[in-house]
């Protein structure tokens, strides 16, 4: 079958482009019946775990626990039913014994290319050792998917993320490399950076921005401060990771509002080709596709991690169907989705996943029964009128019961207009928070900018829950 330089390893042609006035990078690959394009994922997942096979300890090792053999796969359902997913915790346990890559670090150490990583704030750093043949495969990837956004050769794409150990800005600036588009990769983090950012925009106006949903709301604020129009910038488009809200309609809307541009959300999982797995598209923006030839994507249930049907709710179980270097086959990602199959905008025929990634699983908490997000907050709070662009959500306890508290920003107008108009917004907000949660919050209105904004993924959530069971402990003792 005839799928566009579907090969394992990849052996793209880093001259290839399509013809200008193409919607597809690869027309063939993109737009394929499903169930075709699923006959040559099988074959390539069983390359893939033959590969991770041979050169692995890892996976041997797991998989001979777990019963399975790359031999024996006859369809996907071989695929979801016998093996095992992989956990953070597995790499980190693996990376801990076999310093500092893992056990299942399949090439070389002379062939590592790039190395990155988590920030390790949360538990043991996991360090990505990447391959040259995989750094030249993430950057087609990339590119791929810029393609797909309408951003062709010479327009000008500024990277506005860290460039540290963050896969995504690289990744992104490396895509642009690869797309032959005008790389502008400014960077975030420095003090004083966003208004320089803000002036370097007016000045340049790229045709797209990278950075995270609340950076660029951020940015906004902070270019109305200097006197400028995001607008007046002439982005046509801007796409984001590292964090919900490019799916969530109010951020989303507040965000193509501002900027007068379209926004791509570009989800997924450092371990991952950064955001490669799923992205708009230029006629389908909202939600993300998943491009199953590029990492198979499967989402299960988050206990029996079994794939659930489409149209239902389910965590991201992604395998690589590219990388050579630290191939990741069946990662639990620990998010929340909703996936479906019908007809995109775009005639792409991939799952979709129409409201992007909810959040992380754990990062949801309970209020009186009721599951919420932080997202769904947001959301909320983004389509009020008046709203002043950040707010805190703090998790209490009084007596028995779980308490919401929302600190949200009024804008300038409402402080101005007096005590009135401040209520009337606080009761708006209220009542905005119990239609969309279910559940009855206290807001708590605070001045314009008097909460702190950031360069990367913001921070929202404080549960001061521990707070109360700590102190009923010491009581407990003391008593």
Not at 65 to 74: D, E, I, K, N, V
Not at 277 to 297: E, I, K, P, R
């Amino acid at each position: 079958m005839d799928m566009e330089e579907w090969s394992f390893p990849v052996a793209y042609d880093e001259h290839y482009l399509p013809p200008a006035d193409s919607r597809y990078w690869f027309p063939r690959r993109e737009t394929m019946p499903p169930a075709e394009r699923e006959r040559a994922i099988l074959e390539r997942l069983r390359q893939v775990c033959q590969y991770a096979w041979d050169h692995a300890e890892f996976y041997r090792r797991k998989w001979d626990a777990a019963g399975f053999h790359p031999s024996q796969l006859r369809s996907l359902e071989d695929f979801e039913q016998r093996v095992p997913v992989v956990t953070k915790a597995d790499l980190r346990a693996s990376q801990s014994a076999h310093p500092p890559f893992g056990d299942y670090l399949c090439v070389d150490d002379s062939e590592i290319f790039h190395v990155h990583g988590t920030s390790g704030t949360t538990g043991r750093p996991t360090a990505f050792g990447i391959g040259r043949a995989d750094w030249r495969a993430i950057a087609n990837a990339h590119a791929r998917i810029l393609w797909g956004m309408g951003l062709r050769p010479g327009d000008m794409i500024c990277v506005a993320a860290v460039f540290s150990l963050y896969m995504g800005s690289w990744g992104a600036l490396a895509g642009a490399e690869r797309l032959g588009a005008k790389a502008f990769p400014f960077g975030a983090g420095a003090p004083g950076m966003t208004a320089r950012l803000a002036q370097w925009l007016a000045l340049m106006k790229p045709a797209a921005f990278y950075g995270t949903p609340s950076y660029a709301i951020h940015l906004a604020e902070v270019a109305r401060e200097e006197k400028l129009d995001p607008r007046s910038f002439g982005l046509r488009c801007l796409f984001f990771s590292g964090e919900p809200g490019a799916s969530v309609a109010g951020v989303k809307d507040r965000i193509e509002d501002l900027y007068g541009a379209a926004v791509y959300d570009c989800g997924s999982m450092a371990e991952m080709s950064p955001f490669m797995n799923v992205a708009g598209s230029q006629q389908s923006s909202q939600g993300m596709l998943c491009w199953q030839d590029l990492v198979y994507t499967e989402v299960c249930d988050p206990t029996s991690l079994r794939r659930v049907p489409y149209g239902q709710r389910g965590t991201p179980v992604y395998t690589h169907l590219e990388r050579t270097s630290q191939p990741m086959i069946r990662l639990l990602s620990g998010d929340l989705t909703l996936w479906t199959d019908e007809p995109t905008a775009c005639g792409r025929t991939y799952p979709s996943l129409p409201q992007g990634i909810f959040g992380r699983i754990d990062d949801m908490f309970t209020i009186r029964g009721e599951n919420i997000y932080p997202s769904e907050i947001d959301a909320a709070l983004n389509q009020l009128q008046g709203y002043g662009g950040e707010h805190r959500i703090v998790i209490t306890r009084e007596s028995a019961m779980d308490e919401l508290l929302l600190r949200v920003e009024a804008d300038e107008p409402i402080h101005r207009a007096g005590a009135a108009a401040l209520e009337a917004f606080r009761a708006a907000a209220s009542r905005q928070l119990h239609t969309m949660l279910g559940v009855r919050a206290k807001v708590e209105v605070v001045a314009p900018h008097s909460i702190a904004r950031t360069d990367f993924k913001a921070r929202r959530v404080i549960d001061d829950r521990e707070v109360f069971r700590s102190l009923n402990r010491q009581l407990h003792d003391a008593g």
